[in-house]
């Protein structure tokens, strides 16, 4: 099966955490109409490949931005991407409702992307976003510093970085970041407490040095 959807022309991530000492605002779900989405996992669940087509443009960009995110290159990011919707295809029957899409999306593209991670046993470099692409989500945030915490968020390890991504890119709660990632709740909250102090410390150290700079 071949979908060919991934990603849109022209089209990059949505930028993600602004500084963390104030607490990152969560970038909302992309709007969609939920009747909508509702009839059209209905038509693919009775073998329609339009109506699967439209899941998968109504979708595609929210997962390959968090493959992206957390494997860092765009190449694995499309075909984990890729890879994910022809395993979604295969499991329609077991989705009951449009949140269970969701659900299982990210939870399909994270696994994947830690799982690339831990193959290639390397640290990510992420890829350079220019800031000129949104800047209505940027104007709010300094620029140098999105540069700065994106870099930083290649330097948690996969587990980690995946819980903070669907906290603050995806606004998932705790318990839903649990049942994504197969993981303890109490385990999330020490990974999502020690990310942001660690972010928040580095931070400080940089503003430090700037400040010594001058």
């Known amino acids: 099966m071949s979908l060919n959807l991934i990603p849109l022309a022209g089209e990059s991530p949505a930028s993600i955490l602004p500084e963390p000492a104030s607490g990152p605002p969560v970038i909302p779900p992309q709007e969609l109409p939920a009747t909508s989405l509702l009839g059209d996992l209905q038509a693919a669940q009775r073998g329609e490949q339009a109506a699967f087509a439209r899941l998968v443009r109504a979708h595609q960009a929210r997962v390959f931005s968090v493959a992206l995110r957390l494997v860092g290159r765009r190449e694995d990011a499309e075909e ?24 299982w999306l990210l939870r399909a593209i994270t696994h994947r992307s830690i799982d690339r991670l831990r193959a290639h046993a390397r640290a990510p470099r992420l890829v350079q976003i220019d800031v000129t692409e949104h800047p209505a989500q940027e104007n709010a945030i300094d620029p140098l510093w999105s540069r700065r915490l994106r870099a930083l968020l290649d330097e948690l390890p996969p587990a980690p970085r995946a819980v903070v991504l669907l906290r603050y890119q995806e606004d998932l709660e705790p318990t839903e970041i649990a049942a994504v ?27 430090a040095g700037d400040h010594h700079g001058h």
């Not at 984990?80 to 659900?103: E, G, K, R």
């Not at 303890?184 to 942001?196: A, E, G, I, Y």
């Open 80 to 103: 984990l991407a890729q890879d994910a919707f022809v395993q979604l295809h295969a499991a329609l029957p077991q989705i009951h409702s449009t949140s269970h899409l969701l659900h």
């Open 181 to 207: 990632l197969d993981m303890p709740l109490n385990t999330v909250k020490s990974h999502l407490r020690r990310s942001l102090e660690w972010l928040r410390a580095q931070q400080a150290g940089a503003e």
